[in-house]
């Protein structure tokens, strides 16, 4: 059974930075997998921050959060990032862990979700 946990999130100021972190566990970092952030605030949809291919390291980001978040990798410990800096207000979100094998298809597999609030 996979499952993934996310950590790392709270209130944090403008201009400010955390670190997103998320356990898979039940799950192989093999050279199919993608480990992907999404994020979702209130009364918008989910959207796609950032992805990472486990096997390569190659990585994709949201164009509002290029240059500011980076997403990597630790395959040994079956863990994923996402560091977060200079936070803004419209970074505010629940922040989710997605994995998804492009070998075998869906399902993809979701975690519990982490708040991140940027407020003064």
């Known amino acids: 059974q996979v499952r993934l946990v996310e950590s790392g999130g709270g209130l944090v100021q403008p201009g400010g930075s955390l670190r997103l972190s998320c356990v898979a566990s039940g799950l192989t970092f093999s050279k199919y997998v993608i480990m992907r952030w999404y994020r979702q605030a209130p009364g918008k949809e989910r959207e796609l921050v950032a992805r990472?291919?486990?096997?390569?390291?190659?990585?994709m980001y949201l164009d509002s959060v290029k240059g500011r978040f980076t997403i990597s990798k630790d395959n040994a410990k079956n863990m994923v990032y996402l560091q977060m800096t200079n936070l803004k207000p419209e970074d505010t979100a629940v922040y989710y862990c997605?994995?998804?094998?492009?070998?075998?298809?869906?399902?993809?597999?979701w975690g519990q979700g982490t708040q991140v609030t940027v407020s003064s």
């Open positions: 990472i291919f486990v096997s390569t390291g190659i990585t």
């Open positions: 997605n994995a998804f094998n492009s070998l075998l298809g869906p399902p993809d597999y």
